[in-house]
């Protein structure tokens, strides 16, 4: 008996043994989120703080988005991502400085994005030290080493643009053919010289004449400029200027009796604002801008994932902000700069910054602008190269509605080196 209990133990034990061997391993728990930090210098004081108080919000409710599907898939982990603000006024150089500092000391970022201020000189040397990607605008482009700056792209071609915007409005209005180029002037340069072979590349493609007058930074009263501008025969006026300098001069253009259409390098504001700057919605008409939204565009195919995500941050936005339509010019420069950094990431499975920057040098990442191909011959003296859609809208009564776009395929603009006109 007692040997028969051993034997019918030793096979229960045997039994289990196999059991035990051929059951699966247990699950592993999925591993929890990591943290990526992403940071945005933009104007929140000064004369173009309105730009960044518009932009935030919009970029604020894309990391919401990306986060409340669970994060950011980079190789087998998601991120979530967490984003930080630091003032950079457009004109100060020291503060755009001190908040990359900030941004990179304090809030140890990966990146920092959407920064379209003129301070590159200042602020790409302490990116680069750190290995921080550096996304920031073409304005300061003459300033750029490649061998220096490795870490620095450049996705918002706020210079190359200018140009493709400004023809998409000339040619909404056929009957002009005299366009006036305006901005603030630092310093003594010669605008005209250095631009000459831009305005005759102008013409010969477009048959569209330009003449120029700037203005000293900090100017309000732009009536003696917008009467100079008549004598030299200007039937549209594009402008560099703030949205504040945009009002004034469409609302003393108004009390001069002209009704040129004004155009902005820069997307309108809220026309309620607009209007505000402009006094009246009479000398608001026919201001023109940026109208970059992914769900208007007319020449530029976006990825399907990049217009559902366009759709849902209008949503939200909307919802959040009472039926309002996000800024345009977030689409511009927000949402899409930071977009640009994160398919960095994702398309190289890693958030090294070398890796990032091997796949963005001569990459092409999908955005909510279309398709950017960062390679060429020539720009900045490294591969970079990109498209942007240079649509423009109209203000019509109280509204802004679509005008036009004339995109932009490549930042090495056919009709001029402007890198070389940048560089003098």
């Known amino acids: 008996m007692k040997r028969k209990f051993i034997y019918i133990a030793l096979v229960v034990v045997l039994v289990l043994s196999i059991i035990t061997s051929c059951a699966a391993p247990a699950a592993k728990a999925p591993a929890p989120p990591k943290i990526l930090k992403i940071g945005s210098i933009m104007p929140f004081s000064g004369p173009a703080s309105m730009w960044g108080e518009s932009i935030k919000p919009v970029m604020e409710i894309y990391r919401d988005l990306i986060n409340a599907d669970g994060g950011w898939q980079v190789g087998d982990d998601k991120y979530i991502i967490e984003l930080y603000f630091a003032d950079g006024p457009i004109f ?14 304090d809030k140890q970022v990966s990146a920092i994005v959407s920064y379209f201020g003129v301070g590159y000189s200042a602020v790409a040397p302490i990116c680069n030290a750190e290995k921080v990607v550096f996304n920031t605008s073409t304005i300061s482009m003459g300033a750029y080493s490649a ?26 209005f056929p009957q002009y053919k ?6 603030t002037k630092g310093g003594n340069v010669d605008i005209e010289k250095i631009y000459a072979p831009v305005d005759e590349e102008i013409q010969k493609k477009y048959g569209v004449r330009s003449i120029r007058l700037y203005y000293p930074e ?29 009002g004034l001069m469409a609302r003393q253009r108004y009390q001069l009796g002209y009704k040129w259409p004004v155009a902005a390098n820069g997307a309108i504001l809220d026309t309620k604002i607009v209007k505000g700057l402009a006094g009246s919605e ?105 498209g942007f859609p240079c649509a423009m809208s109209i203000i019509k009564g109280n509204e802004s509605v679509y005008l036009n776009e004339e995109p932009l395929w490549d930042v090495d603009h056919p009709l001029v080196n402007v890198t070389d006109l940048i560089k003098e």
């Not at 918002?156 to 915007?165: H, R, T």
């Not at 009263?221 to 300098?245: D, H, Q, R, W």
């Not at 990442?365 to 020539?378: A, C, D, I, M, P």
């Open 92 to 105: 100060s150089v020291q503060a755009d400085a001190a908040a990359a500092r900030t941004l990179i000391y």
């Open 147 to 172: 061998s220096r700056e490795p870490y620095s792209i450049f996705g918002f071609p706020a210079i190359e643009m200018s140009i493709n915007q400004a023809m998409a409005v000339m040619q909404a």
């Open 178 to 183: 005299t366009l006036c180029w305006t901005a």
């Open 218 to 246: 900090g100017t309000t009263n732009f009536t003696p400029y917008l009467i100079k501008m008549a004598e030299m025969g200007a039937e549209v006026l594009f402008s560099f200027g703030t949205p504040l300098e945009i």
């Open 282 to 386: 009479e000398a608001m008409q026919n201001i023109c801008g940026d109208f970059c939204y992914p769900w208007l565009l007319k020449k530029v195919q976006i990825a399907p994932r990049y217009l559902d995500m366009a759709n849902r941050i209008r949503e939200a936005y909307k919802q959040k902000y009472e039926g309002k339509e996000p800024y345009a010019g977030a689409f511009g420069v927000g949402v899409t700069m930071m977009g640009q950094y994160l398919e960095g990431v994702r398309m190289a499975g890693s958030t090294d910054p070398d890796q990032v920057m091997k796949v963005l040098r001569g990459g092409t990442v999908e955005t909510f602008l279309g398709k950017y191909t960062l390679s060429g011959n020539e720009t900045y003296g490294s591969p970079v190269v990109f």
